[in-house]
């Protein structure tokens, strides 16, 4: 039986696996409120730190694609801090953030 919590997390996984196809759809519009509800779920204690960050990056994505580039900054800074505290496991990932965070610099 699950809980509360894991149906949370189960819904939060389903919401960013949903928006980032939408993003690889070229329809970061619609993959904004599915990302923004993970989120929400993520605030109630129901994320791993490496989902979470993974959420905020996929969020970066679409508000950048709309362009919305203080905040898709923003969730990239805060995805790439997520990241860094996975540590090693998370390096991949990490490098992913900071090579699109250098590419919106120029």
């Known amino acids: 039986m699950h809980t509360d919590q894991q149906s949370s997390a189960d819904l939060g996984l389903v919401l960013v696996g949903l928006g980032e196809s939408l993003i690889g759809l070229d329809r ?10 993970a989120l929400r779920l993520w605030a109630q204690g129901s994320a791993e730190v ?6 905020r990056f996929a969020l970066a994505r679409a508000l950048d694609a709309g362009r919305s580039s203080s905040w898709a900054l923003r969730h990239a800074r805060k995805a790439h801090a997520g990241y ?14 900071e090579s699109w965070m250098r590419a919106r610099d120029r």
């Open 84 to 97: 860094e505290a996975a540590g090693e496991r998370a390096r991949r990932e990490r490098r992913a953030v």
């Open 50 to 55: 490496m989902v979470e960050a993974r959420t």
């Open 28 to 37: 970061p519009r619609d993959a904004l409120p599915l990302l923004c509800e």
